[in-house]
């Protein structure tokens, strides 16, 4: 499991202070905490299965402190281009850098969950119906778009969906459901 293990269910923001180290191999860091862009804090997991396994856990975590916990599962509908046919390089690195642009629009505190090159899940701890629906709107708008690889100008749609604890379930397998239908609508 992942440092995230010990988060705080009712952390609403992150404290990102200059002198507080966000992780320890940034121990000694006088400035800001930062993440390189080209290392995403994405954990690649084996499928639905295990993806179910990491909410649940979270949700225990969640339930044992009292805290509300959201889900966001996003899809990667499309990456086009307008003169024909995307290699299948190119996708993977567009589909690379909306991986990067995932993990530097969340909190540290959050967990990403990569199941497969088109679906990822973001599970938010501490965060209700209303982050969720906000960081859902940054999401979109820092992702969906244009990105340009190797000279080529590639336009990419996502899907997102949300699903809260409490209010939408308190089994991830409900919470996994909500957000993938709402992600279809």
């Known amino acids: ?31 800001p905490a930062s993440r390189p862009s080209e290392l995403p804090r994405t954990t690649p997991v084996s499928g639905p299965a295990e993806v179910q396994a990491r909410v649940e856990l979270h949700l225990a975590q969640c339930r044992r402190r009292g805290g ?52 990822t899940c973001v599970v938010l701890p501490g965060a209700d119906t209303a982050v969720a629906t906000r960081v859902s709107k940054r999401l979109r708008q820092l992702v969906n778009g244009d990105y340009r690889v190797a000279g080529e100008l590639l336009q990419v749609q996502v899907r997102i969906g949300s699903a809260s604890h409490p209010e939408n379930g308190s089994r991830a397998a409900d919470l996994l459901r909500r957000a993938g239908d709402e992600e279809g609508a």
Do not use: F, K, Y
């Open 68 to 119: 509300p916990l959201a889900l966001l599962s996003l899809r990667v509908d499309t990456v086009a281009r307008s003169g024909g046919e995307v290699s299948a390089g190119m996708e993977q690195r567009v589909r690379h850098e909306v991986s990067n642009r995932i993990g530097n629009a969340v909190r540290a505190s959050d967990t990403i969950l990569r199941e497969s090159d088109r679906d």
């Open 1 to 31: 499991m992942s440092a995230e293990a010990g988060t705080s269910c009712s952390e609403e923001t992150p404290v990102m202070s200059p002198t507080r180290p966000e992780r320890e191999e940034d121990c000694g860091q006088t400035g």
